[in-house]
């Protein structure tokens, strides 16, 4: 690797001068991409900033509205041996579960996937449908975006010079709310998303879907919102007519790029199966809490 | 820039001067000498230089030695004891679940995070655990049948004890 400094500020204030001291300064969190792409030349910054040892940056909280606040830089790991969080959102911590392997999992984290600013991040659609709110801290103080405006194309996010992802807020899960997520790979484990779809959705007191969220990754440059897919779920039941306005909403959302993943064609149409499938786990969950 | 970091090893507090660039991997090696962690593909994908920080298995060619401060590292050569194989490695030679050797390091190391968190793992689960440690000599199989039965070992040595 070629030279840089590092930092491992143990607050918010000296994490953010040592990010805004130099243009090339990156985060470090867990580091499953970071290092790779530093020992692969693909960047190569003045200053390394460690932030694990910032207060809030690794942990999880519940809030006192009754949602969960999850520092950036909390391992995928202790996501999913937390107590209640992988019962209470269950999409959001599968996503980050299925990137990499058990050592991956021992470091990667939902702020470094987020900032990777990969269009196939595992976790990036679990936490858009999940309705997430980014804590971002940086020279002009403290700001909250939702997590679909941090990716604008693929490497690249909407922080400011000197800003990092301190925390994500989510909401206060009710009663009969659920959420899923689902990538298709062509093999079980250590695999890049050809498609990934999140679904969150909650159920009003007649069992029909009161809200719903749909996040599909790999079909465009970012990680996507679809606002009419998770339309077409509400007030219903996950009917055929729902469900095929989901698949056709989730299809009319891509803009994917043909490679050696998958073609155009294959991904737009997986897009809709899987927003279906993730949608009936999602459904599934939530009448069974 | 030399950064001072301070670790314990296999239980042994260790000490040592690293460049910000220098990883884990590459201090145990060259710093430390302990040269039973691999590098394979040095991009987190084959498992051959896992190693045990706080508890928790990592890839140790994706960490900075410096993020090391004050961590507690645990490497297959602390696996034995009093000359004395831990029963992981027994199994592994019983069973003869390798043959060139070199992911054999990380796949002890793996297995023993697993067992450590997971005393009775199902074939599934300990097949699933170790997908980040790549074998090309053995197809995985033996690989699998000795961790089921150390898993085994390890229970009855417990309820011995």
């Not at chain 1, 470090?28 to 390394?48: F, S, Y």
């Not at chain 2, 793996?110 to 997908?131: F, Q, V």
Request: proline share 5%.
């Amino acid at each position: 690797m070629a030279q840089f400094n590092y930092v491992a500020p143990s607050s918010v204030d000296e994490a953010i001068s040592a990010l805004a001291s130099a243009p090339t300064a990156r985060v470090l969190a867990g580091g499953t991409d970071l290092i790779v792409q530093m020992k692969a030349g693909r960047v190569r910054p003045a200053t390394v900033v460690d932030v694990k040892r910032v207060p809030g940056a690794v942990g999880i909280q519940k809030a006192a509205d009754g949602g969960y606040v999850i520092g950036a830089a909390t391992s995928g790991a202790v996501l999913g041996e937390h107590a209640t969080l992988p019962r209470d959102w269950p999409g959001v911590v599968e996503a980050a579960n299925l990137i990499g392997s058990t050592q991956v999992q021992g470091r990667a984290s939902l702020g470094g996937n987020l900032c990777n600013a990969s269009p196939a991040a595992d976790s990036v659609p679990g936490l858009i449908a999940a309705r997430a709110v980014c804590v971002i801290v940086g020279p002009a103080g403290r700001r909250e975006a939702p997590v679909e405006t941090i990716q604008v194309s693929p490497g690249r996010t909407s922080l400011q010079p000197g800003e990092f992802v301190l925390e994500f807020r989510l909401p206060p899960r009710p009663k009969r709310a659920s959420d899923a997520y689902l990538r298709l790979i062509p093999r079980t484990e250590m695999d890049i998303a050809v498609v990934g779809a999140g679904v969150s959705l909650a159920l009003g007191d007649d069992g029909k879907i009161a809200e719903a969220h749909v996040s599909l990754g790999a079909v465009a440059p970012t990680s996507l919102l679809v606002g009419p897919a998770g339309a077409a779920l509400v007030g219903g039941k996950l009917d055929e007519a729902s469900l095929a306005a989901l698949d056709a909403a989730a299809r009319a959302a891509c803009n994917p790029i043909d490679d050696k993943r998958g073609t155009i064609d294959y991904r737009t149409k997986i897009a809709g199966v899987l927003a279906r499938r993730v949608a009936t786990i999602a459904y599934a969950r939530a009448e069974a809490r | 820039m030399k950064l001072h970091v301070s670790t314990t090893v296999n239980g042994d507090a260790a000490e040592f001067l690293t460049d910000p660039g220098t990883t884990l991997l590459d201090a145990l090696r060259d710093e430390l000498g302990l040269t039973g962690s691999k590098e394979g593909c040095g991009s987190g994908d084959c498992g051959a230089c896992s190693v045990i920080v706080d508890g928790r298995l990592v890839c140790s060619c994706l960490m900075l030695a410096a993020e090391a401060e004050g961590k507690r590292i645990e490497t297959i050569e602390g696996l034995a004891r009093h000359g004395e194989l831990h029963p992981i490695q027994q199994k592994f030679l019983e069973h003869a679940a390798l043959q060139c050797g070199f992911c054999t390091p990380g796949l002890i190391v793996a297995s023993k995070a697993l067992l450590d968190a997971n005393p009775d793992p199902t074939e599934e689960e300990a097949r699933y655990w170790l997908a980040g440690n790549l074998c090309r000599c053995t197809g995985y199989d033996k690989v699998i049948r000795a961790v089921l039965d150390a898993a085994a070992e390890l229970r009855q040595e417990r309820r011995v004890a």
